[in-house]
């Protein structure tokens, strides 16, 4: 089995390109000292990830009847946040204002729902052959 399929290849560069609008934004509204408008980037953030994920998880479900589509979304969600926000800080963008231990606190806590879902995932594997549940194969 594939593990990245073309639909999540495309879903985290779409995710990649929307984080990187996400922190510059931030950063620049921190910046300027706006304290309403980060929380409505984070806001729109979230509902845009949402769209873009049912998006391309509708599109992957239609070609691959895959039961660990949501995992792996969730894994490449969780890899592109990371890997965006540690490059933010290591190539020094973030704004003076803006805190790196709070954005370490998000990847910690991420850390245990992905966990969560990586047991979870494990758990029910066991209900399906490659990947596909068994009552859809033995009807």
Not at 4 to 11: D, G, K, M, S, V
Not at 39 to 62: D, H
Request: proline share 1%; with cysteine; net charge positive.
């Amino acid at each position: 089995m594939k593990f990245i399929t073309r639909n999540l290849f495309y879903y985290a560069l779409a995710f990649s390109v929307l984080t990187i609008l996400m922190k510059w934004s931030l950063t620049a509204a921190v910046d300027a000292r706006l304290h309403t408008l980060p929380w409505i980037i984070a806001g729109a953030y979230g509902v845009i990830t949402f769209l873009i994920g049912l998006f391309f998880g509708k599109k992957e479900s239609r070609s691959l009847p895959l039961y660990d589509a949501g995992f792996r979304y969730h894994l490449a969600t969780f890899v592109v946040f990371i890997a965006v926000c540690e490059s933010w800080h290591a190539l020094g963008w973030m704004s003076v204002r803006d805190h790196f231990g709070y954005w370490r606190f998000v990847e910690a806590v991420w850390a245990v729902f992905i966990t969560v879902h990586f047991v979870t995932y494990l758990i029910s594997r066991k209900k399906t052959i490659r990947g596909i549940e068994k009552t859809e194969i033995f009807d």
